[in-house]
């Protein structure tokens, strides 16, 4: 029987979001609560789209690298491994894991809300939350730099094909590797720039979202970077969950890639801040910083609630 998959990472993007992490406590019973809070979470999912249909109700729950083998036990997944820290000069992509991520996200943020209360709630003292970030669709589908987000997400069957785990992996098929970022953008300095700096530095236009050709591509341009080949000339690809988030003081993008490897996002990462050998990095990092980078597995429905 094939696996069923936690239903948000491959759903199309919605229009609200909230990222949730969390460390265990040391409490008695505390792996003993983390799990039965896990297993409940496709029921309570289910039990949200059955009042609401309509707002298209996802809760996608990822263990951190580090924390698997206490939470699950042994196996684990093939490839699970800590986020790789980068550190090239200014340019930095640090490593802060964590233990658990639960990406709610629908169509309505009042939903969101009352499951991260819920969630939590049901945590209770077993584990500390880390970091709660509420992001939303911005415009139409557009950074905060002003660019739209997530124009090469793979589509429709393809989505699948790029983040969920196959027979590669058969004892975890049907999960996703989760890599997590918080950027922090320098807003003003990026608003100062002329339109012809800013769309040399992303490789698209800006008002009608069009790619550069090619030739016309600084090596620099943030779709440089990330649009890669492997040795067979396949596109290297991963699923975009990211979003916008923000504050009066302080604005950026959460970004979340889903992959059925995370050869892929390691592979963009490094070609974004180390660059490629002869000098050129992405030089969307003037701009933006990574204050955070966390890795997860998030495994199939059925395994989740098998662990209550």
């Given at each position: 029987m094939?696996?069923?998959?936690?239903?948000?990472?491959?759903a199309e993007?919605?229009?609200?979001?909230?990222?949730?992490?969390?460390?265990?406590?040391?409490?008695?019973?505390?792996?003993?609560?983390v799990?039965?809070?896990?297993?409940?979470?496709?029921?309570?999912?289910?039990?949200?789209?059955?009042?609401?249909?309509?707002?298209?109700?996802?809760i996608?729950?990822?263990?951190?690298?580090?924390?698997?083998?206490?939470?699950?036990?042994?196996?684990q997944?093939?490839?699970?491994?800590?986020f790789?820290?980068?550190?090239?000069?200014?340019?930095?992509?640090?490593?802060?894991?964590?233990?658990?991520?639960?990406?709610?996200?629908?169509?309505?943020?009042?939903?969101?809300?009352?499951?991260?209360?819920?969630?939590?709630?049901?945590?209770?003292?077993?584990?500390?939350?880390?970091?709660?970030?509420?992001?939303?669709?911005?415009?139409?589908?557009?950074?905060?730099?002003?660019?739209?987000?997530?124009?090469?997400?793979?589509?429709?069957?393809?989505?699948?094909?790029?983040?969920?785990?196959?027979a590669?992996?058969?004892?975890?098929?049907?999960?996703?590797?989760?890599?997590?970022?918080?950027?922090?953008?320098?807003?003003?300095?990026?608003?100062?720039?002329?339109?012809?700096?800013?769309?040399?530095?992303?490789?698209?236009?800006?008002?009608?979202?069009?790619e550069?050709?090619?030739?016309?591509k600084?090596?620099?341009?943030?779709?440089?970077?990330?649009?890669?080949?492997?040795?067979?000339?396949?596109?290297?690809e991963?699923?975009?969950?990211?979003?916008?988030?923000?504050?009066?003081?302080?604005?950026?993008?959460?970004?979340?890639?889903y992959?059925?490897?995370?050869?892929?996002?390691?592979?963009?990462?490094?070609?974004?801040?180390?660059g490629?050998?002869?000098?050129?990095?992405?030089?969307?990092?003037?701009?933006?910083?990574?204050?955070?980078?966390?890795?997860?597995?998030?495994?199939?429905?059925?395994?989740?609630?098998?662990?209550?």
């Amino acid at each position: 029987m094939a696996a069923r998959i936690q239903s948000g990472i491959t759903a199309e993007a919605s229009s609200d979001a909230i990222f949730l992490t969390f460390n265990q406590t040391d409490v008695d019973q505390a792996v003993v609560t983390v799990r039965k809070v896990l297993a409940g979470i496709p029921a309570l999912q289910q039990r949200y789209n059955d009042n609401h249909p309509e707002a298209g109700v996802h809760i996608v729950v990822a263990v951190g690298s580090g924390y698997w083998n206490r939470l699950c036990g042994d196996p684990q997944p093939k490839q699970l491994r800590p986020f790789p820290a980068l550190e090239q000069g200014l340019r930095v992509a640090p490593a802060t894991p964590v233990d658990l991520l639960f990406h709610i996200r629908s169509d309505r943020h009042d939903l969101n809300f009352e499951l991260a209360w819920q969630i939590r709630s049901q945590l209770a003292d077993a584990a500390q939350l880390v970091e709660e970030v509420h992001g939303f669709r911005y415009l139409d589908s557009r950074d905060m730099t002003g660019f739209v987000d997530g124009t090469e997400n793979p589509t429709g069957e393809h989505r699948a094909e790029v983040a969920v785990v196959g027979a590669e992996d058969s004892a975890f098929s049907g999960g996703s590797y989760i890599h997590l970022q918080r950027y922090v953008h320098k807003l003003p300095l990026w608003q100062r720039q002329p339109l012809k700096t800013q769309e040399d530095t992303i490789g698209r236009t800006k008002q009608d979202n069009i790619e550069y050709f090619s030739a016309d591509k600084p090596l620099t341009a943030h779709t440089k970077r990330t649009s890669l080949k492997d040795s067979a000339g396949r596109s290297i690809e991963i699923l975009r969950h990211s979003m916008p988030y923000g504050s009066s003081t302080e604005c950026g993008l959460m970004f979340a890639s889903y992959c059925r490897t995370p050869d892929n996002f390691e592979a963009m990462l490094e070609s974004m801040v180390i660059g490629d050998g002869q000098g050129h990095w992405d030089h969307l990092l003037k701009y933006t910083r990574a204050v955070t980078g966390q890795a997860f597995f998030a495994p199939a429905a059925d395994r989740l609630e098998r662990l209550g």
